[in-house]
Each structure stands twice: as C-alpha cells, then as structure tokens.
C-alpha cells in the first residue's frame, strides 16, 4: 500500500496538497460547529469526524483512508439531502468538485515523504547477506 514516499520538489508538492485537503475539510467540519445553537447529535459527530479526517490528512497519518473519507464527504456535500454546515465552504458545486479532485489525488499519490507514514512506513534499506560458498547449489 505504501509504496513510494518521494521527498524534495515532489514531496513537497504532496506536502501542499495534502495541505489544501486537509484544510478546507477542517474549515468544513469546523462550520458544522458553527452554525445552529443546536446543532443535535449527528451534526456534532459529522463535524468531529470532518475535523479528525483534516488533521489525518495535514498530519499525513493514514492518508489514503483519510483522503478517501474527505472525497466521500466532499461528494456527499454536493446532494441538497446532505446537512449543510452554517459556513459553506464547498457550498458551490465547483468548490466541491475542486475538493473531490484534490482528494481523490491524494489518494492515488500517497502522502510523501514529509508524513507522519513515511516515518512509519517508509523507505527501508534492505541487505541482502552475500551466500557462502558452501550454500550455493
């Protein structure tokens, strides 16, 4: 699953793009708080989880699952049958869409090497001990 963890110009631009996801699903969720003196039990734990799934994604732990959970909410904000937050971020279906692209490009590119799973999962280097003589057949 963890395949590559490019560093320098290449990482640094998943850097940024798990920055851009990883923002405007906080600024989202953060607008659920927002919005209604009451906002009730499902639209607290809609916010938690929109809050938790940015932070997952800033910190670049768990990147793909948490990328993949931001594109299903940013679709999900596209249907009128979704709760809209007070301050709507992706109110727009272009804002929205933009969104989903750049989840859904996080998902496909990983997180990069200045993650929180680069440092768990990253490069390893591997040795191969040479076979004595004897071993060879």
Known sequence: MFTTFPD????AGLLLL???????VVIQGIGYFGGKPD???FMITVAALMVVIGALILLGCMTKFA???????SVLTMFPW??????????????A???AVIAAATVCLGAGAYSVDARLFGR???IIPKRAPDEQT
């Open 8 to 11: 320098e110009w290449p990482g």
């Open 18 to 24: 798990r920055t851009a996801a990883g923002v405007g």
């Open 39 to 41: 906002p009730g039990a």
């Open 67 to 73: 990328a993949m959970a931001a594109l299903l909410a």
């Open 82 to 95: 979704f709760p809209g937050p007070h301050l709507g971020l992706f109110e727009s279906r272009m804002s």
């Open 97 to 99: 869409t933009l969104a």
């Open 124 to 126: 390893r280097e591997v």
